[in-house]
């Protein structure tokens, strides 16, 4: 233990942050011990969904904070390829749940599915701590390929399944719903930044398997908080129907089989942009077969829906810069402090906790005075800022002129325009979904939306990958040309939907949308969470 008078600011932020993980834990003890059944207006059993998210989102943005420089310092993979590596884990991670929640509603029942999740996500995050010599050469890199695979496909399994747990607690009609889902998005946000910075903060300073570590003893937590709080959940997220131990363990086998599926991907991740490529024009010829099939009002809708769906892989490409070659810019290009480059991943989830209430009201407010932006308006407008995001970022980088490190000002100022802009269109997006999309479609819309953002996550890749330039080394210079370019491209295109807002709002028929979708509450509507959460997102934000 480092003497308290030697505290840098690294030491005091991991330790405020350890102080607030444990003022909440204790808070969610003394919640579910109480005698009643209730606490604070709602069931125990949305405080136990709450920490078991809260400890597998910190496990997730804890190890996405370290993955890059992992790559690059442990691995010794150039800046391009570790960005592409980041790319296709993340874009198979936010495509998987698509899978996940399609086996839980027909077969597994969201419980098990998020408890068979938690299991294979714990078996990764420890793996992770497996670091050997290091270099591509070293045989152990294969098992960290098994952990990310893990990771992806528990990641499958419990996504896109314990939002609707949460719902599942509630009548579609109590009017606690929404409140519950803030509760539970408090808790994927309060685990996304205590992660990021305590396993940031112990991977770069004491080592990778510490960070790593201490990402799958959160995720272990989460597990063992699942388990014990079963009977909170008052039966809810069982089997549609009785499922026998037979088909359900072929189910887990079928999740096994997933992981070394994985395992080969991940290597090779030209075959994962190859595959989304095929699967994305499919998936679209399909979609539209489908909407020509309809009445002209909801053909239109759809027409709406594959306009929004169409800005995803350009809207996620971009902010997925984030954790690959923005994490990489922040830690050779911008004055920290002495502060570890993983622990500036927080800034985002913080964020979000800070202004998600105010975007809230916000739209509430225009709302009543019939100025709210409309859902193509409000996607527009989520561009325009994340573009000009990138541009605080160079215009900061100007002002001290090559040889100088960026004042970390323009760093909070490139997360905070990024953070409005998620939250202009992140939840609207999910609500317009979940609004839009016939009810026989629904499905096969969610999964349309999700898989496009999986696209944005590998196209996130692919842009990291080109700061690297023909070496595969970033720099300064390459860099925020690339930002720039981005960020002028990002603008542009929010001002042209902007422009044409008004002819899709025509398509998406507000005005009889009524009459298609009476009583159309499907569970999960209310959550609100972390970038790219699986779950549908409240209407009162589109």
Same mark, same amino acid.
């Given at each position: 233990?480092?003497?308290?008078?030697?505290?840098?600011?690294?030491?005091?932020?991991?330790?405020?942050?350890?102080?607030?993980?444990?003022? +909440?834990?204790?808070?969610?003890?003394?919640?579910?011990? @109480?005698?009643?059944?209730?606490?604070? %207006?709602?069931?125990?059993?949305?405080?136990?969904?709450?920490?078991?998210?809260?400890?597998? @989102?910190?496990?997730?943005?804890?190890?996405? *904070?370290?993955?890059?420089?992992?790559?690059?310092? !442990?691995?010794?993979?150039?800046?391009?390829?570790?960005?592409?590596?980041?790319?296709?884990?993340?874009?198979?991670?936010?495509?998987?749940?698509?899978?996940?929640?399609?086996?839980?509603?027909?077969?597994?029942?969201?419980?098990?599915?998020?408890?068979?999740? *938690?299991?294979?996500?714990?078996?990764? !995050?420890?793996?992770?701590?497996?670091?050997?010599?290091?270099?591509?050469?070293?045989?152990?890199?294969?098992?960290?390929?098994?952990?990310?695979?893990?990771?992806?496909?528990?990641?499958? +399994?419990?996504?896109?399944?314990?939002?609707?747990?949460?719902?599942?607690?509630?009548?579609?009609?109590?009017?606690?719903?929404?409140?519950?889902?803030?509760?539970?998005?408090?808790?994927?946000?309060?685990?996304?930044?205590?992660?990021?910075?305590?396993?940031?903060?112990?991977?770069?300073?004491?080592?990778?398997?510490?960070?790593?570590?201490?990402?799958?003893?959160?995720?272990?937590?989460?597990?063992?908080?699942?388990?014990?709080?079963?009977?909170?959940?008052?039966?809810?997220?069982?089997?549609?129907?009785?499922?026998?131990?037979?088909?359900?363990?072929?189910?887990?086998?079928?999740?096994?089989? *997933?992981?070394?599926?994985?395992?080969?991907?991940?290597?090779?991740?030209?075959?994962?942009?190859?595959?989304?490529?095929?699967?994305?024009?499919?998936?679209?010829?399909?979609?539209?077969?489908?909407? /020509?099939?309809?009445?002209?009002?909801?053909?239109? @809708?759809?027409?709406?829906?594959?306009?929004?769906?169409?800005?995803?892989?350009?809207?996620?490409?971009?902010?997925?810069?984030?954790?690959?070659?923005?994490?990489?810019?922040?830690?050779?290009?911008?004055?920290? %402090?002495?502060?570890?480059?993983?622990?500036?991943?927080?800034?985002?989830?913080?964020?979000?906790?800070?202004?998600?209430?105010?975007?809230?009201?916000?739209?509430?407010?225009?709302?009543?005075?019939?100025?709210?932006?409309?859902?193509?308006?409000?996607?527009?407008?989520?561009?325009?800022?994340?573009?000009?995001?990138?541009?605080?970022?160079?215009?900061?980088?100007?002002?001290?002129?090559?040889?100088?490190?960026?004042?970390?000002? +323009?760093?909070?100022?490139?997360?905070?325009?990024?953070?409005?802009?998620?939250?202009?269109?992140?939840?609207?997006?999910?609500?317009?979904?979940?609004?839009?999309?016939?009810?026989?479609?629904?499905?096969?819309?969610?999964?349309?939306?999700?898989?496009?953002?999986?696209?944005?996550?590998?196209?996130?890749?692919?842009?990291?990958?080109?700061?690297?330039?023909?070496?595969?080394?970033?720099?300064?210079?390459?860099?925020?040309?690339?930002?720039?370019?981005?960020?002028? /491209?990002?603008?542009?295109?929010?001002? +042209?939907?902007?422009?044409?807002?008004?002819?899709?709002?025509?398509?998406? !028929?507000?005005?009889?949308?009524?009459?298609?979708?009476?009583?159309?509450?499907?569970?999960?509507?209310?959550?609100?969470?972390?970038?790219?959460?699986?779950?549908? !997102?409240?209407?009162?934000?589109?």
């Amino acid at each position: 233990m480092k003497d308290m008078a030697l505290w840098q600011d690294a030491d005091w932020i991991a330790a405020i942050a350890s102080v607030v993980l444990v003022v +909440f834990l204790a808070l969610g003890a003394y919640a579910v011990t @109480r005698p009643k059944p209730e606490f604070g %207006g709602h069931p125990k059993g949305l405080y136990i969904l709450f920490f078991a998210e809260m400890w597998e @989102r910190f496990s997730y943005y804890g190890m996405r *904070a370290l993955l890059i420089f992992y790559l690059t310092q !442990h691995w010794l993979y150039n800046d391009s390829a570790s960005n592409i590596v980041y790319g296709a884990y993340v874009s198979l991670v936010y495509i998987t749940p698509v899978l996940g929640g399609w086996l839980a509603d027909r077969y597994l029942g969201q419980r098990k599915a998020v408890l068979f999740g *938690a299991v294979l996500l714990t078996f990764g !995050h420890f793996l992770m701590a497996f670091e050997g010599e290091g270099g591509q050469n070293d045989p152990t890199i294969n098992i960290f390929w098994l952990a990310l695979s893990f990771i992806i496909v528990g990641s499958g +399994f419990l996504k896109a399944n314990i939002s609707v747990i949460v719902g599942q607690l509630y009548p579609l009609t109590d009017v606690r719903r929404d409140g519950a889902y803030t509760i539970f998005y408090m808790g994927i946000n309060v685990g996304a930044a205590i992660g990021t910075i305590i396993a940031g903060y112990l991977g770069i300073t004491l080592g990778w398997s510490y960070g790593f570590g201490a990402a799958g003893i959160g995720m272990l937590l989460g597990l063992i908080v699942f388990v014990l709080g079963k009977p909170l959940l008052l039966g809810q997220g069982e089997p549609p129907q009785l499922l026998e131990k037979s088909r359900e363990f072929l189910l887990y086998g079928v999740g096994i089989i *997933a992981v070394g599926a994985m395992w080969l991907l991940i290597q090779y991740q030209s075959v994962v942009g190859g595959l989304m490529l095929v699967s994305g024009v499919a998936l679209l010829a399909y979609v539209l077969f489908e909407a /020509f099939k309809l009445e002209k009002e909801p053909r239109e @809708r759809m027409f709406a829906i594959l306009f929004l769906i169409a800005l995803q892989p350009l809207f996620w490409g971009l902010f997925e810069q984030a954790g690959g070659s923005l994490n990489l810019f922040t830690d050779r290009y911008i004055d920290l %402090g002495g502060v570890p480059a993983p622990i500036f991943q927080s800034i985002n989830p913080i964020y979000i906790i800070l202004l998600a209430p105010l975007f809230a009201w916000l739209w509430t407010f225009l709302g009543k005075r019939k100025l709210e932006p409309s859902t193509p308006a409000k996607f527009g407008l989520g561009l325009v800022q994340l573009g000009f995001g990138f541009l605080v970022l160079v215009w900061g980088a100007a002002t001290v002129g090559p040889g100088a490190l960026v004042p970390v000002i +323009f760093l909070f100022g490139i997360y905070f325009f990024h953070t409005t802009g998620e939250l202009c269109l992140s939840p609207v997006g999910l609500s317009a979904m979940n609004r839009l999309a016939p009810r026989h479609l629904a499905s096969l819309i969610m999964g349309a939306w999700f898989f496009a953002t999986a696209g944005g996550n590998f196209v996130a890749g692919m842009i990291g990958a080109a700061t690297g330039g023909e070496d595969g080394e970033m720099t300064r210079e390459a860099t925020l040309s690339i930002y720039e370019t981005i960020g002028l /491209f990002a603008i542009g295109v929010g001002i +042209f939907v902007i422009a044409v807002s008004f002819f899709v709002k025509r398509w998406m !028929h507000l005005d009889t949308l009524a009459d298609d979708n009476v009583g159309d509450d499907l569970e999960g509507q209310s959550e609100f969470g972390d970038p790219q959460s699986a779950g549908i !997102h409240p209407t009162t934000k589109s």
